[in-house]
């Protein structure tokens, strides 16, 4: 049985990916329960003895700030809240996003600054735990006084209100969350003063999204390089562009790192040695390490943000028992992921564009390979409409491209009169990448079919490995069949077949 994994005041992004590949229990340290307790040990004592008006504690919200709730009322106040900011629209979001959610509410909660009990944070642990997943809409955030909507319905299952899926075996079951309270033997929490606020103020819907998807695009910037370097094989494509020297001469890191991962990934190839009659490549082949190169510096810098953001405390107000001040400010706005969402969904955008450029080659019947890739062009249509679909998909990513950052809308009567837009930066993200997915698996079913036109002669020992497993699951293509299938197979393929590899110590 594994160990728990304790909750501190620092979490990595890999360390959250193995906590949600492992299934780790995870338990509050006794650091984390002292810093929880002490924080609201002090709130209590200040309202107690305070008449002092404070924000969402003993007030009303957004532009109710100035109207004071009596003291009697405090519990009803937060309850409230969480009803009433529950209206979100649209799709439900991934289970997997749900569970990231709750962790990383707790991990905010768990420094100590936002005056929620201990028995609140370990309900939420406990969904956690035992995989009771709130339903959560993906529309209803502004990016700003947190993700309110989303918030509340993750959270509205601890007072009894919601429906959450519950685990069963290999599938879910949607239940009320009382019936789910009822099934657990759990009483409702009852909300102290601030809780609901602290609860439904933070940007965990926005970077809950975030680490979500920088999971499948951290795996996206080593296939993007090895599918790149199938097609160039496949392509008959020249090495020289991907010559250190080369680099060294405008050394922006990723650009130094594509390049020399394209060496790695080709470093035996019979192919790739092979005389070539083009003096250069299109610009989609030679340009790989500065365009690809560009979208990874992208996501270094999206990688950076993600890590601030999980590891921040970003409800308001905050609390500060050891200066004995409780501070109203905007932690919540999501402006940092705002920007860097816009960003990163450029940058995969950008990938997936220039990998259609090479699927356009490869089926253009040049460099001795047969047009649309099939033996019997006319009476088969090959692969010819995968491209379609992978150049409609580009466009839609295009679509999607423009940034939620530059947008802002005023809401609660003037109060807040400037918000990120970043849940919507953040959902915009999500359908990138996962479009980014479908076009590189078209690349690939492209690339594996041109390299079987070129034998006898081999490509990489590692370019050869990935494709003899791919080819259990996607067998060539002779005459034309139902490629549908074939597209999903490879999209499985792409988003769960490992690489050994450490980029970080690739020999050059």
């Known amino acids: ?230 097609s160039l094989d496949a392509f008959n494509g020249r090495l020289e562009p991907f010559h250190p020297a080369l680099h060294n001469l405008r050394p922006y890191p990723g650009q130094i790192e594509c390049a020399k991962l394209m060496r790695h990934f080709l470093k035996d190839s019979q192919m790739a040695l092979e005389p070539k009659p083009q003096v250069q490549d299109p610009y989609s082949f030679r340009c790989i390490p500065q365009v690809h190169g560009a979208s990874m510096d992208a996501f270094n810098y999206f990688r950076m ?39 990163m969904a450029i940058a995969l955008s950008e990938l997936g564009n220039i990998s259609e450029r090479r699927t356009f080659q490869l089926i253009s019947g040049s460099k001795h390979l047969p047009p649309f890739l099939t033996e019997k062009p006319g009476i088969n249509s090959g692969f010819m409409i995968p491209q379609y679909t992978a150049a409609s998909i580009v466009s839609q990513n295009k679509q999607l491209c423009t940034p939620a950052s530059v947008d802002s809308i005023v809401s609660s009567n003037g109060q807040e009169d400037h918000v990120s837009m970043g849940a919507n930066a953040a959902t915009k993200l999500l359908k990138v990448c996962k479009n980014v997915e479908t076009i590189y698996a078209i690349e690939y079913m492209n690339a594996a079919q041109a390299i079987e036109f070129r034998r006898p002669s081999k490509s990489s020992s590692l370019v050869e490995e990935k494709l003899e497993k791919y080819r259990t699951l996607v067998p060539r293509l002779q005459n034309d069949r139902y490629l549908y299938t074939d597209i999903q197979k490879t999209i499985e393929f792409i988003t769960t077949e490992e690489f050994s590899l450490d980029t970080n110590n690739i020999i050059a």
């Open 305 to 343: 943000v993600m890590t601030m953001e999980i590891n921040s405390v970003t409800d308001n107000p905050n609390v500060f028992p050891d200066l004995d001040k409780i501070i109203s400010g905007g932690n919540f706005h999501g402006q940092p992921l705002a920007l860097a969402f816009d960003f």
């Open 1 to 230: 049985m594994q160990t728990p994994f304790e909750i501190t005041n620092e979490l990595g992004l890999q360390e959250l990916e193995d906590l949600l590949i492992s299934g780790r229990k995870i338990v509050l340290s006794e650091n984390t329960k002292r810093s929880i307790e002490a924080c609201r040990a002090y709130l209590d004592k200040k309202m107690d003895g305070g008449k002092d008006a404070i924000y969402g504690i003993n007030t009303g919200f957004g532009s109710l700030c100035n109207t004071v709730i009596s003291n009697n009322e405090l519990s009803q106040l937060q309850e409230n809240l969480l009803l009433s900011h529950a209206c979100g629209a649209g799709e439900t979001i991934d289970l997997e996003i749900v569970k990231i959610m709750l962790l990383l509410k707790v991990q905010s909660l768990a420094f100590g600054h936002s005056g929620v009990s201990i028995a609140t944070v370990e309900r939420l642990l406990d969904f956690y735990n035992y995989n009771i997943f709130p339903v959560v809409y993906e529309q209803g955030s502004l990016g700003a006084s947190g993700d309110l909507a989303p918030l509340a319905h993750l959270c509205l299952p601890i007072i009894g209100h919601g429906e959450v899926w519950i685990e069963r075996e290999d599938e879910y079951e949607l239940l009320s969350s009382a019936d789910m309270l009822k099934e657990f033997g759990w009483e409702p929490i009852q909300l102290q003063s601030k809780e609901g606020l602290a609860l439904i103020n933070g940007t965990q819907f926005m970077s809950s999204i975030g680490a979500y998807v920088y999971f499948k695009s951290a795996r996206l910037m080593v296939w993007t390089n090895f599918i790149a370097a199938t």
